[in-house]
């Protein structure tokens, strides 16, 4: 059908309109699907940069504890801080430690390192920051030693010497931190408290190694000599020496050394006992457990020997004619000499001295023993013979009336030991019973105050040995 030329006309401005309200959609959509396919910024933005938002050197004390150090600031392309960047801290020199090492930036772009502990030998202690592929920050602390915390002796102590005399080996002591870490610089006051003398360095300067030195010490004429080693707010460091110096009369501080050989008097100004006896008191330091010596000898009279502790200990046995010998097994600690005659007011010269001897008990020697005492032994053919197959060792012991003993002996070779006790008018009063195989045990409260033998016998055997042991 044809239609009327104003009719057309009106239809094809409807198409139009109707394709003018569809075509402006159709672009809409194809934009928006050409968007959502296309790749393009997310919104996130890069960190561009790291630096340090906190001093990166400086020097503390060793084992300083630094919290919240050190601090880094991240910033991103212009230059804004930038939050949320994940920052890792770590020890990169020295023996440092540190906790809360991942961190991540706050909104000031400021990341910070928990806890830095520097390490306690002196040095360079090196922390370094880093995130992804950021350029690293670096953070040094060099670490110096602290102050003085220790002062200990090194050399010099316990020295004898002559009256008058220098020590062989001069006093030293060592300066600390309370790491260890010696301190050099610091000044040690040495200062002489008894017996006089003097001293070459008296204020002494430590040196690299933390050591300083009295110099050359002499000692004063006679008794006791200290030396004390002093640093401000520590304790003081002591040193001990003795002199050399002969036996006075009836003195308090005389002196016997170990494997010295000192020549004396008696005299009319010599202590006098109630028996009218004259005697001197020598003091003598044991330092190490084991069997001594001691020897008296004089051409003058009949020599008397005894040593004393809380207890008697031991006393002369005329070993060579008129002259005394002692061999007795100790424990450390101070003891007292008694030197003297057998007979009253008896003066003259004599000769005593003492050494560390062997422990064995050999022959029928009595060696002295003291509660305390631990010692090995062996019975020998070579011991004091008992019968044709029988021999022993002998040992003496002080015992007080009313006071228990007891006596332990450890078979070592599973032989044929006895043991028994004698009192001191030489009968026999207590025999070892044996709890097992090869242990004996005896027990004794005494009824008469004196030296007490006790014997160790074996039969038949040319090499036993045995522990005993005194209580």
Not at 96 to 108: D, E, L, M
Not at 290 to 316: C, H, K, M, Q, R
Request: glycine share 10%; net charge negative.
């Amino acid at each position: 059908m044809i239609l009327p030329v104003a009719a057309a006309q009106r239809q094809r401005a409807a198409r139009m309109r109707l394709v003018g309200r569809v075509y402006p959609f159709c672009a809409i959509l194809f934009l928006a699907v050409s968007c959502r396919d296309a790749s393009g910024p997310t919104g996130v933005i890069d960190p561009e940069s790291m630096e340090a938002a906190s001093d990166t050197s400086g020097v503390e004390v060793v084992g300083t504890v630094l919290p919240g150090f050190p601090r880094v600031l991240v910033k991103d392309a212009n230059g804004n801080p930038l939050g949320g960047v994940t920052v890792t801290f770590a020890v990169t020199r020295g023996s440092s430690f540190i906790s809360g090492q991942s961190v991540t930036t706050n909104p000031s772009g400021i990341a910070v390192l928990g806890t830095w502990a520097l390490g306690t030998i002196p040095g360079i202690n090196e922390v370094t920051a880093s995130s992804g592929s950021l350029r690293p920050v670096k953070f040094q602390m060099s670490t110096v030693v602290g102050s003085p915390a220790s002062i200990a002796m090194l050399t010099g102590d316990a020295q004898v010497a002559q009256a008058g005399g220098f020590v062989a080996v001069n006093p030293r002591v060592r300066v600390a931190d309370r790491y260890d870490n010696p301190i050099a610089g610091v000044v040690v006051a040495f200062a002489i408290l008894t017996g006089g003398g003097s001293l070459e360095n008296p204020n002494a300067r430590t040196d690299s190694s933390g050591v300083a030195s009295s110099g050359a010490w002499r000692l004063g004429p006679r008794g006791s000599q200290v030396l004390a080693a002093q640093v401000p707010n520590l304790t003081p460091v002591s040193f001990a020496a003795t002199v050399i110096a002969p036996i006075l009369p009836c003195a308090n501080d005389n002196v016997l050394l170990e494997n010295t050989t000192v020549q004396a008097q008696l005299t009319s100004q010599s202590c006098a006992a109630s028996d009218g006896r004259y005697y001197e008191r020598v003091r003598i330091v044991i330092g190490q457990r084991g069997a001594y010596d001691f020897n008296l000898t004089s051409t003058d009279f009949d020599t008397w020997l005894e040593l004393v502790g809380a207890d008697p200990i031991a006393e002369n046995d005329n070993r060579q004619q008129s002259n005394s010998g002692i061999k007795v097994l100790l424990v450390p600690q101070t003891y007292t000499l008694i030197i003297s005659s057998t007979g009253p007011r008896v003066t003259g010269a004599y000769v005593v001295s003492f050494r560390r001897t062997d422990e064995m008990v050999d022959g029928c020697e009595e060696a002295f023993v003291m509660r305390g005492i631990v010692s090995e032994q062996l019975t020998t053919f070579s011991d004091c013979k008992i019968s044709d197959w029988e021999q022993a060792d002998r040992f003496k012991v002080y015992l007080r009336s009313g006071v228990p003993v007891s006596v332990h002996l450890d078979d070592l070779s599973y032989s044929d030991h006895g043991l028994s006790l004698w009192n001191p008018a030489g009968a026999i009063v207590a025999l070892g019973s044996t709890p097992s195989s090869y242990r004996h045990t005896l027990t004794f409260t005494p009824t008469i105050t004196g030296y007490y033998r006790i014997e160790v016998s074996n039969y038949g055997d040319g090499g036993a040995m045995y522990n005993i042991t005194v209580n």
